[in-house]
């Protein structure tokens, strides 16, 4: 028979056992439940209550039975972001994207220290992005697109060693960028695109050195210049958008030997020379040259891409013949207008059958088209 004392202990010891997980959570539930009162106990927290477990609540995300990831999207939150979202010990992923956050970049995330994913997009920062943002050494993931960040991107940015995904299109931006941010060795998605106040600048040579990266945007960056020979060693590159800037020179001899290439835009530059060969990029699926200075012939072998689906070269000076092999069975979209074309046009354009734009217009075409 065990003692009454002995019962008593087991009693402590079951309530233990079954109030554990309980008290494991209890610490991230109290911060949290004083976030959703910072926040002024938005109807979307009405699940944040203090008898159910955090790990269930549809915002949060546990790993182990802590909480790792908060999730934020478009919450309408306009308060500032507290202190004490760091008390959250094994926060990874933070995302407070399209809500109506204001002021200056939150330096209150540095005492995140394991934040690995930090998404702020669709807000209305202001001001630079803090010159020791390497403090936060962790993040993988930066976007903070959509919002109203100017200045500088400072150097720190290139000591985030683990970054991968770099979003800032869509700013203020009205400094300048660091060439460094080739050293970012593991960037993988660079997007930068639809910032006209940048200084007018070159695209850094040392981008070549982003062997990893997949997705560069630049598009509407204020880049003057060349696009450099090193983006021959760019091989993982898939999407390449560099329109609407003031580029000059020729398109690099190697550029379409990236097997990977995909969707390559350079529209609205004042690049010239001709269309390089050989193209090896055997997945190009949309090519964007229009209203440069290209001259030359068109390559035949480009409309022997087997995915080649959207093609514009448009506005340029190109001349010569064409003739569409039958086998560019995907093509959808060709504009070729305004060039220097001659010769008949070819009749294989109707065996075509995805073809649903044709435009030709303002060439030198000789005979009729039927
Ligand atoms: C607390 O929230 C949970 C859902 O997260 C709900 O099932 C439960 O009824 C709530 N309890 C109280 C007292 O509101
Ligand atoms: C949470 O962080 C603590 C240290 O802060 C660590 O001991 C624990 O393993 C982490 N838990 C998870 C699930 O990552
Ligand atoms: C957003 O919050 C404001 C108060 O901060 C409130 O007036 C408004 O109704 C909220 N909008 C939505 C869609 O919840
Ligand atoms: C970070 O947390 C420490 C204590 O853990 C505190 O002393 C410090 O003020 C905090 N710093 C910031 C920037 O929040
Ligand atoms: C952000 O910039 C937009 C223009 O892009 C402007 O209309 C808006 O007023 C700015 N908001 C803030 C908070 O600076
Ligand atoms: C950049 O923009 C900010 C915010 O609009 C402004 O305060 C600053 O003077 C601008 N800097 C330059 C160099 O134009
Ligand atoms: C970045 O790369 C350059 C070479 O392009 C090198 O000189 C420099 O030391 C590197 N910087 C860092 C912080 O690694
Ligand atoms: C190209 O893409 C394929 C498939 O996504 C991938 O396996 C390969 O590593 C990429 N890079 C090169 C250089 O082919
Ligand atoms: C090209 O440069 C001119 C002159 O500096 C400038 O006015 C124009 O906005 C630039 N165009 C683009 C697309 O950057
Ligand atoms: C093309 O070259 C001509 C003559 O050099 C120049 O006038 C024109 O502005 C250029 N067009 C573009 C889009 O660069
Ligand atoms: C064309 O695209 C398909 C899928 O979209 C892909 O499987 C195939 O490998 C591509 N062909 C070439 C030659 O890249
Ligand atoms: C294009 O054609 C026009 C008139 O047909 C001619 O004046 C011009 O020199 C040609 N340009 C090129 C680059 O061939």
Redesign the pocket.
């Known amino acids: 028979m065990p003692s009454p004392f002995s019962k008593v202990l087991l009693f402590f010891f079951y309530l233990f056992l079954t109030l554990m997980p309980f008290l494991v959570i209890s610490d991230d539930r109290t911060i949290l439940l004083n976030l959703k009162q910072h926040w002024g106990n938005p109807p979307w927290t009405l699940s944040w209550n203090s008898t159910s477990s955090p790990c269930g609540w549809p915002e949060i995300q546990c790993t182990g039975g802590s909480v790792t990831g908060l999730h934020l999207h478009n919450k309408n939150i306009t308060n500032s972001i507290p202190?004490s979202i760091?008390d959250l010990k094994n926060l990874t992923v933070l995302d407070l994207s399209y809500n109506y956050i204001t002021g200056n970049f939150p330096?209150?995330l540095?005492?995140c220290s394991g934040l690995q994913s930090l998404d702020l997009s669709g807000n209305y920062f202001i001001g630079p992005i803090p010159s020791d943002i390497d403090r936060m050494s962790s993040l993988q993931v930066i976007h903070i697109a959509y919002s109203n960040f100017s200045g500088d991107i400072p150097p720190a940015i290139c000591r985030l060693p683990e970054l991968q995904i770099f979003y800032l299109y869509r700013n203020q931006f009205n400094g300048t960028f660091p060439a460094e941010i080739g050293n970012l060795s593991n960037l993988v998605e660079l997007d930068m695109a639809e910032n006209s106040l940048f200084l007018p600048a070159r695209i850094p040579p040392e981008f070549g050195k982003l062997n990893n990266l997949v997705f560069l945007s630049m598009r509407t960056t204020n880049l003057i210049g060349k696009i450099p020979e090193s983006f021959a060693s760019l091989y993982n590159l898939q999407i390449l958008d560099l329109a609407i800037n003031n580029l000059t020179g020729s398109i690099p001899l190697e550029l379409f030997q990236l097997k990977n290439l995909t969707f390559v835009s350079l529209t609205k530059n004042h690049l010239l020379g001709e269309i390089p060969t050989p193209i090896k990029s055997s997945n190009l699926f949309r090519l964007d040259l229009s209203e440069n200075n290209f001259t030359g012939s068109i390559p035949q072998e480009l409309f022997q891409l087997e995915n080649l689906s959207f093609v514009y070269l448009n506005k340029n000076q190109l001349s010569g013949e064409i003739s569409i092999p039958i086998e560019s069975l995907k093509l959808t979209e060709l504009d070729l207008s305004v060039n220097n074309l001659t010769g008949s046009i070819p009749m294989d354009f109707w065996k075509l059958q995805q073809l649903t734009h044709l435009i030709l217009f303002s060439n030198n075409f000789s005979g009729c088209l039927y």
């Open positions: 202190l760091c330096t209150v540095y005492n």
